[in-house]
């Protein structure tokens, strides 16, 4: 079956403007994941979906990011305002059950100019 | 908070070789612990994983330890090939997320 999808691939913005990145998670998947890795880095934590309901939004960085989910499926993670500091590889991840296997998407590539 | 930290950082190894990843977690409460590998402009890829009930889990030539008394959890690789080359990460789950180690390089020299 169809894995998580993301888009868009690549996305290069000017600092300042807002920036929308989509994640379809595996159908049936009612947990969702978003994770951000900075080049030749880790996976840092961002938010975490259990349905529509986002339990946890402790890694999210500052106010100028936020993220909903619609549906049960798509997730939408938005940076307001967007700063170079924010230029990385969004990916996004799904699971079954929380604490489950955690599937990723081949993720976003930010870019800001 | 959980903590995970991964050593080595870069790994080299002769073709054929076995390779040793570590990672130690600081949560007693975290009882799953997935590796991950990720080559590169790829998306990480669930390679083995091992909840908190077992201390051993093998799949071919990778098995993973777990050791819950110590707190660290282990990636083995044996008869290593080429194209085990690739960044891994070790992750430990708690309460709701993943809290994922910082990686190890593995490089196979054929």
């Known amino acids: 079956g169809a894995g998580v999808s993301q888009s868009p691939s690549n996305k290069v913005t000017e600092k300042g403007k807002d920036v929308e990145l989509r994640c379809d998670p595996i159908?049936?998947?009612?947990?969702l994941y978003w994770y951000r890795q900075s080049l030749g880095q880790g996976l840092e934590f961002l938010i975490y979906?259990?349905?529509?309901?986002?339990?946890?939004k402790s890694g999210l960085p500052s106010d100028r990011f936020s993220a909903e989910r619609t549906g049960g499926s798509v997730s939408t993670l938005t940076i307001q305002r967007t700063q170079q500091e924010d230029s990385a590889v969004y990916l996004c991840?799904?699971?079954?059950?929380?604490?489950?296997?955690?599937?990723f998407g081949p993720g976003t590539r930010l870019t800001v100019t | 908070g959980e903590n995970v930290e991964q050593h080595p950082s870069t790994l080299s190894v002769q073709e054929g070789d076995s390779a040793v990843i570590k990672c130690t977690y600081s949560d007693s409460a975290s009882n799953y612990f997935p590796w991950y590998k990720q080559e590169l402009g790829k998306r990480p890829q669930l390679i083995i994983d091992?909840?908190?009930?077992?201390g051993e889990k093998k799949d071919q030539r990778i098995a993973v330890t777990l050791n819950k008394t110590a707190k660290h959890f282990s990636l083995h690789i044996t008869e290593t090939q080429p194209e085990d080359s690739a960044v891994y990460f070790c992750?430990?789950?708690?309460?709701?997320?993943?809290?994922f180690g910082t990686g190890t390089r593995l490089q196979v020299f054929p």
């Open positions: 991840a799904s699971s079954f059950v929380r604490a489950g296997e955690q599937y």
């Open positions: 979906f259990q349905g529509n309901s986002a339990p946890d």
């Open positions: 091992i909840r908190s009930n077992v």
């Open positions: 159908s049936g998947h009612t947990a």
């Open positions: 992750a430990a789950h708690n309460t709701d997320k993943l809290i």
